[in-house]
């Protein structure tokens, strides 16, 4: 099977069984957005405890990318510290090339390779009008997480 095939498959795995869908009673952090272009639609709720999130949940629809690329991150950040999610979040948006500069740990031929299942969406770069759809979880996710800074 070709690279492209399986990051392919991975996509559409995580678009027909999104992980950690659904909504959290009392999150401590939550966001919704949108992509006024297309109307891809994702809602974000955390917990933490302290300053690692324990639970998170995602919720919304649109097309396959916007709602694969919330589950793969919504599987990532689980558990993590905010400043690791801060460094998965600028990982991603250097892989999808929304950030010029290379960070340290990305491997030059495959600079998502440090990002797990999150690499299957660096095919989407070939095709300008979807890293927004690509994106709109993780700006929800780092919206979500400016509220918690006072």
């Not at 095939?5 to 996509?11: C, H, Q, S």
């Amino acid at each position: 099977m070709a690279l492209e095939d399986l990051y392919r498959e991975v996509i559409l795995d995580h678009y027909r069984n999104p992980r950690n869908k659904g909504r959290l009673d009392d999150p401590e952090a939550s966001a919704d957005g949108v992509n006024p272009l297309c109307g891809d639609e994702i809602s974000i709720d955390l917990k933490l405890e302290g300053d690692r999130v324990s639970a998170v949940a995602i919720d919304g629809q649109g097309c396959s990318i916007s709602q694969a690329s919330a589950s793969m991150m919504s599987e990532a950040v689980k558990g993590k510290t905010l400043d690791e999610i801060a460094d998965l979040a600028a990982g991603f948006r250097r892989m999808m090339s929304l950030d010029e500069a290379d960070g340290p740990g990305l491997d030059p031929d495959r600079p998502g390779a440090v990002l797990g299942d999150i690499e299957a969406l660096q095919g989407v770069r070939r095709y300008p009008v979807r890293i927004k759809c690509a994106g709109l979880g993780w700006n929800t996710l780092l919206e979500a997480l400016s509220s918690l800074k006072p």
